[in-house]
């Protein structure tokens, strides 16, 4: 059984700065190609970026490029997501993800919710 564990969020003020992390536990987490994910309520989730398993690729949606960056170290077992210049229309619920699959290749949609394990989520708030 694979657990996925975020933490990190919070409440900050619009222009600053979060960092999210994420572990896995049950599982080979050098083996798993790894996802962010948000989702406001009433609203799909999308996806945020992603991190192969060796971090020779990541990908990201439009609206977070140049602001957000993911990284991993496997040594440590975990992912980490850096978002600078928050902005309001960043708040959600903020979840990582699994897959041991192909995933975060040559191309990425934020629409693919296909990973196979998922952690709880850890809600950032950006105030105006």
């Known amino acids: 059984q694979v657990e996925v564990v975020e933490s990190g969020g919070g409440l900050v003020q619009a222009g600053g700065s979060l960092r999210l992390s994420c572990t896995t536990s049950?599982?080979?987490?050098?083996?798993?190609?790894m996802g962010w994910f948000r989702q406001t309520p009433g609203k799909e989730r999308e996806g945020v970026a992603c991190?192969?398993?060796?971090?020779?690729?990541?990908h990201y949606v439009d609206s977070v490029k140049g602001r957000f960056t993911v990284a991993r170290d496997n040594a440590k077992k975990i992912v980490t997501l850096q978002m600078d210049n928050l902005k309001p229309e960043d708040t959600a619920r903020y979840f990582c993800?699994?897959?041991?699959?192909?995933?975060?290749?040559?191309?990425?949609?934020?629409?693919?919710?296909?990973?196979?394990?998922w952690g709880k989520g850890t809600q950032v708030t950006v105030s105006s």
């Open positions: 993800a699994a897959t041991p699959y192909d995933y975060c290749r040559r191309s990425y949609s934020p629409h693919d919710q296909s990973m196979e394990y």
């Open positions: 049950g599982g080979h987490f050098e083996d798993f190609n």
């Open positions: 991190i192969r398993w060796n971090g020779d690729t990541t």
